[in-house]
């Protein structure tokens, strides 16, 4: 499908992408993504995540042909969406945040009708082997009003996977979807993801985010704040605490140890914020003897990914 005949390292690459939404009534004007960098490598399973109103959406309706950038460049499958719109297209699935599909026709005839969008030929099409593999085979001639809303999400993705693109996007795919759901869902994703699909997916669930992808970028008010691979990430995720409780009250945290993240608590506990793959806690408790704290209890606590993420979305801010 590449003119090249090649396979490009990256599946996307992002240039300086910017987006702002023009003043309508009484909106103010939005800078929604201020210059976004991004590279997302052939074959990956990369994750977009970020709060609420972040870009994200932004940044995949662009790609998608449905919103019109401002500045920058859109390489999808090294076409770049200025010159060829089509080819963009094509290399693209897209599962939209919102389920959004015609409740009178049957999921066969939406792939179907969708198989035709894309000009795929009568006799290269999968609708069946697609609503098969996504455990949609018995359904394939009910109408879409009477699927249940799980049903309808995985619909969502065979349409999408009708031109059998090599790069699939998914918004949100699992959100109100339940966890056997998930569970089918994000199996299917792993398969075509074996099968060569590069997958970008942006989800709130962060567990998922671990567990899925491989490469992760954090995007923040439309900036990419961090962009690495999920192993990496987590390894900056290692804060810990430490929490001492002296065995006699200290009015206040000594000197000797003020280079540390500390902090009292009202209760007269210190809390240590620290690395785990650069401290240890015993180094930090010698630290506090030689101090003078004498220790009566103590307890670490992991710093959980949620957490994390949040501070790190909110020292952006
Ligand atoms: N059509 C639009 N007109 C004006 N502003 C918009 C439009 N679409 C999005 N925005 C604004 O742009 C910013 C980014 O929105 P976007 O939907 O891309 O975020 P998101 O990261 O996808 O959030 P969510 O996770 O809630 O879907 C938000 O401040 C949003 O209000």
Sequence with gaps: MNSQNTFPDFAIELTGLQKTYEAKGKMEAKRALKGIDLKIPRGSIFGLLGPNGAGKSTLINIMSGLVNKSEGQVKVWDYDLDTN???????????????????????????????????????????????????????????VRQLSGGMKRRLMVAKAMVHTPPILILD????????????????????????????????????EAQEMCD???????????????????????????????PETAIDEIPETLKDLDIAMRPDGALIVSYRANETRVMDLLNRM?????????????????????VSMTREEA
């Excluded at 719109?85 to 066969?108: C, H, I, K, W, Y």
């Excluded at 004498?294 to 307890?299: E, G, P, T, W, Y």
């Design 85 to 143: 719109p089509r080819e963009v297209a094509s290399a693209l699935g897209v599962v939209p945040q919102e389920v959004n599909m015609d409740p009178f026709f049957t999921p066969r005839e939406s792939m179907e009708l969708m198989a035709g969008f894309y000009g795929v030929p009568e006799k290269e099409r999968r609708s069946d082997e697609i609503l098969e593999a996504l455990g949609l085979g018995d359904k394939k001639d009910a109408y």
């Design 289 to 309: 003897r030689e101090s003078g704290v004498r220790i009566k209890d103590l307890a670490t606590e992991e710093a959980d990914l949620e957490d994390v993420f």
């Design 172 to 207: 949100e795919p699992t959100a109100g979807v339940d966890v056997e759901l998930r569970r089918q869902l994000w199996e299917y994703v792993k398969e075509l993801h074996a099968k060569g699909t590069t997958i970008v997916l942006t989800t709130h669930y962060l567990e």
């Design 215 to 245: 490469q992760i970028a954090i995007i923040n008010h439309g900036e990419v704040i961090a962009c690495e691979s999920t192993d990496t990430l987590l390894s900056r995720m290692d804060r810990k605490k430490l929490i001492v409780h």
